[in-house]
């Protein structure tokens, strides 16, 4: 099965899995450099260095658990595996990192936005929901089920509910823990590039 996947698919997701087991080894390290770390810390965070610009890159490949990296990865290997099928390497590439940075910076603004305690971020959810926007893009009509509860529905449907909760979760502030607008922001930045491809009459 692995080999039916695709290159880079599946290149990300042996990324993910060896950094996950590396955060084993090197523990809080890894999160102190590598993780989304809003634009200031308070000094009783003085083992991370704040901000630096190739966060918004590495944030995405670090999980803080078994169960959110599975979760991540399944869902990079069910709509990842799809579009880089229908993209090609080069497009796949480009609409995975601009949803992961897009999430990056909504996580930012919303950070600063909100001031407080700085916590990181860590997670591929942001390029995985710029992923599921693509896949209701580009399949609108392809049925999805829920695992709980297992409800079939069109793609479309799905993505708009998911992003109207993701919303409504992130405004009312449930979830605590949860970046609701960095999974917002990687939707967005898919959007965008989905247009400006568009616009350049791509298919």
Same mark, same amino acid.
């Given at each position: 099965?692995?080999?039916n996947?695709?290159?880079?698919?599946?290149?990300?997701?042996?990324?993910?899995?060896?950094?996950?087991?590396?955060?084993?080894?090197?523990?809080?390290g890894?999160?102190?450099?590598?993780?989304?770390?809003?634009?200031?810390?308070?000094?009783?965070?003085?083992?991370? *260095?704040?901000?630096?610009?190739?966060?918004?890159?590495?944030?995405?490949?670090? %999980?803080?658990?078994?169960? %959110?990296?599975?979760?991540?990865?399944?869902?990079?290997?069910?709509?990842?595996s799809?579009?880089?099928?229908?993209?090609?390497?080069?497009?796949?590439?480009?609409?995975?990192? $601009?949803?992961?940075i897009?999430?990056?910076?909504?996580?930012?603004?919303?950070?600063? $936005?909100m001031?407080?305690?700085?916590?990181?971020t860590?997670?591929?959810?942001?390029?995985?929901f710029?992923?599921?926007?693509?896949?209701?893009?580009?399949? *609108?009509?392809?049925?999805?089920?829920l695992?709980?509860?297992?409800?079939?529905?069109?793609a479309?449907?799905?993505?708009?509910l998911?992003?109207?909760?993701?919303?409504?979760?992130?405004?009312?502030g449930?979830?605590?823990?949860?970046? %609701?607008?960095? %999974?917002?922001?990687?939707?967005?930045g898919?959007w965008i590039?989905?247009?400006?491809?568009?616009?350049?009459n791509?298919?």
């Amino acid at each position: 099965m692995f080999q039916n996947i695709p290159p880079l698919t599946r290149t990300v997701l042996f990324i993910n899995v060896l950094v996950f087991l590396a955060m084993g080894v090197f523990g809080n390290g890894l999160i102190n450099t590598f993780a989304l770390w809003p634009w200031s810390t308070l000094p009783e965070y003085g083992d991370a *260095p704040g901000f630096q610009v190739w966060q918004i890159i590495t944030y995405s490949f670090l %999980h803080g658990s078994f169960t %959110h990296l599975f979760f991540n990865m399944f869902a990079l290997y069910l709509f990842g595996s799809e579009l880089e099928r229908l993209f090609g390497e080069r497009r796949f590439f480009q609409l995975y990192f $601009a949803s992961v940075i897009a999430a990056a910076l909504a996580q930012l603004v919303f950070s600063a $936005a909100m001031g407080g305690e700085p916590y990181p971020t860590v997670g591929a959810s942001g390029g995985v929901f710029g992923l599921l926007l693509a896949f209701a893009w580009c399949f *609108p009509n392809r049925q999805i089920v829920l695992l709980i509860p297992p409800i079939p529905m069109p793609a479309w449907l799905f993505v708009t509910l998911y992003g109207g909760l993701e919303l409504i979760l992130g405004v009312t502030g449930t979830q605590e823990g949860v970046a %609701h607008f960095a %999974h917002l922001g990687g939707m967005l930045g898919a959007w965008i590039l989905l247009r400006y491809w568009r616009g350049r009459n791509w298919r």
